[in-house]
C-alpha cells in the first residue's frame, strides 16, 4: 500500500556531487520523521541523516558539513544533497520513513528498495 522509491544514485569520482531523491506513494495519511540509511558491504545499515517534520535535522558526524538533507510534505518526498564525496562514502543508501495509512492511527516504518552510490578515488 505504501512505497518508499530512491533515485540519484550513480558513480562519481572523489569530490564530485550527487543528490538522491525518495518519493512516497500509496494510501498515505501522513509522514512523520523521513531520512537516509546506507550500507556499505561488511557493514551495518547506518543512519546518514534525519529530518523531523519540523524541519529539524540530525547528521552523522561523518557526513555533517557535506549533506544536507531536505524535504517537500506536500510532493511526499525527501531529498540528499551530497557534496565533497568521498570514497568510503560509497554503499546503498536507502530512504525510510514513518507513515501513517489512511483510515489509521499507528506509523509504521518503510524502507525503500535502495539506490547504489559509488565514489571512486
Known amino acids: 500500500q505504501v512505497q518508499l522509491v530512491e533515485s540519484g544514485g550513480g558513480l562519481v569520482q572523489a569530490g564530485g556531487s550527487l543528490n538522491l531523491s525518495c518519493a512516497a506513494s500509496?494510501?498515505?495519511?501522513?509522514?512523520?520523521?523521513m531520512g537516509w540509511y546506507r550500507q556499505a558491504p561488511g557493514n551495518q545499515r547506518e543512519l546518514v541523516a534525519r529530518?523531523?517534520?519540523?524541519?529539524?535535522?540530525n547528521y552523522a558526524d561523518s557526513v555533517k558539513g557535506r549533506f544536507t538533507i531536505s524535504r517537500d510534505n506536500a510532493k511526499k518526498m525527501v531529498y540528499l544533497q551530497m557534496i565533497l564525496l568521498k570514497p568510503e562514502d560509497t554503499a546503498v543508501y536507502y530512504c525510510?520513513?514513518?507513515?501513517?495509512?489512511?483510515?489509521?492511527?499507528?506509523?509504521?516504518?518503510?524502507w525503500g528498495q535502495g539506490t547504489q552510490v559509488t565514489v571512486s578515488s
Open positions: 529530518i523531523f517534520v519540523s524541519g529539524t535535522t
Open positions: 525510510n520513513a514513518d507513515i501513517r495509512i489512511t483510515f489509521t492511527f499507528n506509523f509504521e516504518n518503510y
Open positions: 500509496g494510501s498515505i495519511g501522513s509522514i512523520n520523521t
